[in-house]
């Protein structure tokens, strides 16, 4: 058993990608004062800013880097649907995004509630409505990746709902701190080991 170095600079992590090949049987939908509100082709900076304080704590930053012509390329294709889980106030608070850009199959692709909500119920509601927009007809496969960067309870809540690990993967990539693509106590959790570009 060897153990592989990864520099200073870099993040390394297990990522696991999870299915389902049919539709779990319907559920009550558990209670949560948040709704959905769909956002087709959200504008890019309203996109981020959302994506950045769901997926902050948890080094999401693939989209806060991407090209900005590729981006629009996502969001604006109708067969990607972004949802933004609000408050009563409207305040953006969580988020949901289906791909459906493969015949017969959607990826969720982002799956998140800001960490304030964990563990108070809220994520079974957003699983439910997730589940409920993907599986429509013709679609045969419902996908999802997880990685130990995120929510520790995140494998196991994905296996909850019916997801069934199917792969793994081991992951590099650079620390978004370093570059400041996101603030140096961004996830705690995981730790700083290079000087922060200023």
């Not at 629009?72 to 067969?79: G, K, Q």
């Not at 933004?84 to 995004?97: C, F, S």
Request: hydrophobic share 45%; aromatic share 10%.
């Amino acid at each position: 058993m060897a153990l592989i170095p990864v520099a200073n600079d870099q993040l390394a992590t297990v990522v696991t990608a999870l299915e389902m090949r049919r539709k779990p049987p319907l559920r009550p939908v558990p209670p949560s004062p948040l709704r959905l509100v769909h956002w087709p082709a959200p504008a890019s900076d309203k996109y981020r800013a959302l994506f950045r304080r769901v997926g902050g704590p948890w080094l999401w930053f693939s989209r806060l880097v991407m090209d900005e012509e590729v981006l629009r390329r996502t969001l604006d294709d109708s067969r990607v649907e972004v949802y933004a889980a609000v408050d009563r106030t409207g305040v953006e608070l969580g988020m949901i995004e289906l791909d459906f850009r493969v015949e017969a199959t959607c990826e969720l692709s982002y799956f998140g509630l800001v960490p304030e909500l964990t563990g108070k119920g809220n994520g079974g509601w957003l699983m439910a409505q997730a589940l409920g927009f993907a599986w429509r007809k013709g679609v045969e496969r419902v996908w999802v990746h997880t990685c130990t960067l995120d929510h520790p309870a995140a494998l196991g809540f994905y296996r909850r709902h019916g997801f069934v690990p199917y792969k793994r993967t081991v992951e590099t990539f650079a620390d978004p701190r370093v570059a400041g693509i996101l603030p140096a106590d961004a996830a705690p959790h995981v730790p700083l080991l290079a000087p922060v570009s200023r």
